[in-house]
């Protein structure tokens, strides 16, 4: 074989590579589209069994092989979980999304795994999800707010369970017990007035 043979079948198979990565990722994301139009429709059950059928696909399955982990797919598979009020597999897809370069997603990623955290009353985990979410967008109002809340949730679950409530709540019960004379005759039940 000539050097210029070999040279048009190495762009041969380079372009055949190329096509085939393109059709993939094509493929990949008009696939997101559609899930996306089925979410908006309130149909979760085909959204993942469109991924499904994507992930189980032989050209994912080769493509997987180059791009080791895919976290745009990590992350729909996550919202279309926390939709279905399955927290378990939501949360750990949301995992999975955060590990990507792309700060946006990552960001995405990290809010909707905050809020399940938050759902769960685990405020002070919550609250350190969003302050990471701060650090990539220090402008994202939502994360904000959540973050105040989860941090006057902290606080309220703290004051509930400390010895000042705890003496006072005592002090309530105790007042209870107390007789308060028999003002009211008609009735054999010890009347209290608050």
């Not at 993939?24 to 908006?40: C, F, W």
């Not at 949730?153 to 007789?179: C, H, V, W, Y």
Request: aromatic fraction near 12%; proline fraction near 2%; hydrophobic fraction near 40%.
């Amino acid at each position: 074989m000539s050097l210029k043979n070999l040279t048009k079948l190495f762009l041969l198979i380079l372009a055949c590579c190329l096509m085939f990565y393109g059709y993939g990722y094509y493929k990949k994301y008009n696939t997101l589209a559609r899930v996306e139009g089925k979410i908006k429709m309130g149909r979760y059950q085909d959204a993942l069994s469109a991924v499904q059928q994507l992930e189980n696909s032989l050209m994912f399955r080769i493509l997987s092989k180059v791009e080791k982990k895919d976290p745009v797919i990590a992350y729909n598979k996550g919202v279309l979980y926390t939709l279905m009020e399955n927290r378990k597999k939501a949360g750990a897809e949301y995992r999975k999304a955060m590990e990507t370069n792309d700060l946006v997603l990552k960001a995405r990623a990290i809010y909707n795994n905050a809020n399940l955290i938050a759902t769960d009353m685990d405020f002070s985990t919550a609250a350190m999800q969003y302050a990471e979410v701060l650090k990539i967008d220090a402008n994202d109002f939502q994360a904000k707010k959540n973050l105040e809340r989860m941090r006057l949730g902290e606080q309220q679950f703290n004051t509930m369970f400390s010895p000042e409530r705890q003496e006072r709540e005592d002090r309530i019960e105790a007042l209870k017990l107390i007789p308060w004379g028999t003002k009211y005759k008609y009735s054999g039940e010890q009347k209290i007035r608050w």
